[in-house]
């Protein structure tokens, strides 16, 4: 098994931003052949006000990654781990340590851990490749499963209709915007992105938050069109809409939405033949 990424070319970041950090790997590289298994997990909103117990919601992210790290080669977060993470150039968010910790911990063994920006959390600038060992990615990749290509992506911005987001979503991504988001406070602007993240998971309707079935599910028709123009890859795996779909389409092609690991507590799995579904 062969996996494959293209390098995070983002051309407005510095290469210091784009340098992963290199420590002794604990594992042999035998020992990493001898390892099939792909994690991909998503949408876990670490820090996320909605939760009641944030300690237990870490406890149960780092039980997963305690888990997965005794077989895994590679390990995908695909976007939105944390509700809302700004890193200045000498602060980062209060929290999250043993998540991060563990993060660290699986990167050293050699396991490969690869941290997709979601919507929320986007604003990283270096401190997670150089300081927990993870590969960034801010765009949508291209991997090889076994004898399948895959593309992974969050997911946002994908849907064609949703002007009011992909407004929202360009001042996110506009480098000027976060040099001002910058000059705030840190303690005003955490608190400021809490309290936005809350609020628009409040404002879902039950329906919004359902699976709108194949013929009207923006993810799946974007997956549908994706696969149509590129032949050459049989999945697409997204995160973002914290539902669990695991979708046959025609010609054996597949298309996969992660769930989410605030309330349903799903994953995928890939196994070096199978990929597949699961719950912890
Ligand atoms: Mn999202």
Request: charge should be negative; include cysteine.
């Amino acid at each position: 098994m062969q996996l494959y990424f293209t390098t995070t070319d983002d051309p407005r970041l510095t290469a210091a931003e784009q340098t992963a950090h290199e420590w002794p790997v604990a594992l042999t590289p035998e020992e990493l052949a001898g390892r099939k298994r792909v994690y991909f997990i998503s949408d876990a909103h670490l820090g996320s006000r909605m939760l009641s117990d944030p300690r237990a919601h870490e406890r149960k992210l780092v039980a997963w990654l305690d888990r997965v790290k005794e077989d895994a080669r590679a390990v995908y977060m695909v976007g939105d781990m944390f509700d809302f993470w700004f890193e200045y150039s000498t602060v980062v968010p209060k929290g999250f340590v043993r998540f991060l910790g563990k993060v660290a911990e699986l990167a050293d063994m050699g396991i490969e851990m690869h941290f997709f920006t979601g919507n929320h959390d986007l604003w990283t600038f270096g401190y997670l490749e150089q300081e927990v060992g993870v590969q960034v990615h801010r765009r949508a990749e291209r991997v090889q499963l076994g004898d399948k290509c895959a593309l992974i992506a969050h997911g946002d911005g994908l849907s064609s209709d949703d002007h009011a987001f992909k407004l929202l979503r360009s001042i996110f991504h506009s480098r000027t915007c976060q040099r001002l988001f910058r000059l705030v406070p840190p303690q005003i602007g955490q608190n400021f992105g809490y309290a936005w993240a809350k609020k628009n998971r409040e404002k879902l309707r039950p329906e919004d938050t359902e699976y709108k079935g194949e013929a009207a599910e923006p993810l799946v028709l974007y997956a549908k069109r994706y696969l149509a123009t590129h032949p050459d890859v049989d999945m697409v795996i997204f995160g973002h809409r914290h539902i669990q779909l695991d979708l046959q389409l025609h010609g054996g092609k597949r298309v996969v939405v992660l769930g989410d690991f605030i309330s349903l507590f799903t994953y995928g799995v890939f196994d070096g033949e199978n990929f597949w579904l699961e719950n912890f």
